[in-house]
């Protein structure tokens, strides 16, 4: 055997295997972090894997797929949020992103100058009296970023497999068997999203979805954010 054959070998047998459960957004974005890494070995094991577009039980390719601002200020959260638009910014010259203007309007009692985002966004800016709809009291204009789902999957699947990244198609039922799959010295990463309300031995009732249809519309003209 050559010493390049005994090297291969040894930095696979060092390497951490890394199972991700969920080929969605933050399951891809997860591996795509860790594969820089050479010390993980990585496989994605899910139902639906980034070319089942068309699937009715996959949120990423229906869920909105923009940057918006929720909740109220959290310094750890804050640190994801920024750098998350960072990245995605950063991505518009590839086309895989875009740049977004955005409003987003409040009734009484909310105090602008103190937005948890506002130094976050590109672009802040509070908004006049004259751009209000009749029923809000105050308002923002900011950029946001968004991406399309049906190139934004495909092209991190495509990077994670140049990078030797193993895509596994199954349906794990079970917590243990999900573990099972990382061996005893390896690591599972739950990217489940809503599926962890019905994975056995975690059933986190926590997670709960927020919205019923989605009705998908091609109209090139909108370019604006609002909420």
Same mark, same amino acid.
């Given at each position: 055997?050559?010493?390049?054959s005994?090297?291969?070998q040894?930095n696979?047998?060092?390497?951490?295997q890394v199972?991700v459960?969920?080929a969605?957004?933050i399951?891809?974005?997860?591996?795509?972090?860790?594969s820089r890494d050479a010390?993980y070995?990585?496989?994605?094991?899910a139902?639906?894997?980034?070319e089942?577009l068309d699937?009715?039980?996959?949120?990423?390719p229906?869920?909105?797929a923009?940057w918006?601002p929720?909740g109220?200020?959290?310094?750890?959260?804050? @640190?994801?949020?920024? =750098?998350?638009?960072?990245?995605?910014?950063?991505?518009? #010259?590839? %086309?895989?992103? *875009?740049?977004?203007p955005?409003?987003?309007?409040?009734e009484?009692g909310?105090?602008?100058?103190?937005?948890w985002?506002k130094?976050?966004?590109?672009?802040?800016r509070?908004l006049?009296?004259?751009?209000?709809p009749?029923s809000?009291k105050?308002?923002v204009g900011?950029q946001?970023?968004?991406?399309?789902?049906?190139?934004?999957?495909?092209?991190?699947?495509?990077?994670l497999?140049?990078r030797?990244?193993e895509?596994?198609? @199954?349906?794990?039922? =079970?917590?243990?068997?999900?573990a099972?799959?990382?061996? #005893?010295n %390896?690591v599972? *990463?739950n990217?489940?999203?809503?599926?962890?309300?019905?994975?056995?031995g975690?059933e986190d009732?926590d997670?709960?979805?927020?919205r019923?249809?989605t009705i998908?519309i091609?109209?090139p003209k909108?370019?604006?954010f609002?909420?």
């Amino acid at each position: 055997m050559s010493d390049t054959s005994n090297v291969s070998q040894k930095n696979a047998a060092s390497q951490t295997q890394v199972v991700v459960l969920g080929a969605g957004v933050i399951g891809l974005t997860v591996a795509h972090v860790l594969s820089r890494d050479a010390r993980y070995k990585i496989k994605i094991v899910a139902r639906d894997m980034p070319e089942d577009l068309d699937s009715q039980a996959f949120a990423s390719p229906w869920a909105g797929a923009n940057w918006s601002p929720m909740g109220t200020y959290n310094e750890r959260i804050y @640190k994801w949020e920024k =750098t998350t638009y960072d990245r995605f910014w950063d991505m518009i #010259p590839t %086309g895989l992103a *875009i740049a977004s203007p955005s409003r987003v309007f409040y009734e009484e009692g909310t105090n602008l100058d103190e937005l948890w985002y506002k130094t976050l966004v590109r672009d802040f800016r509070i908004l006049g009296s004259n751009e209000l709809p009749p029923s809000m009291k105050a308002g923002v204009g900011f950029q946001t970023v968004s991406v399309c789902p049906d190139a934004y999957l495909p092209w991190l699947k495509a990077k994670l497999v140049a990078r030797g990244v193993e895509f596994v198609r @199954k349906r794990v039922v =079970t917590l243990g068997e999900a573990a099972a799959l990382a061996g #005893p010295n %390896g690591v599972l *990463i739950n990217a489940t999203g809503l599926g962890a309300r019905s994975l056995i031995g975690l059933e986190d009732k926590d997670v709960y979805p927020i919205r019923g249809q989605t009705i998908v519309i091609d109209n090139p003209k909108v370019h604006e954010f609002m909420c």
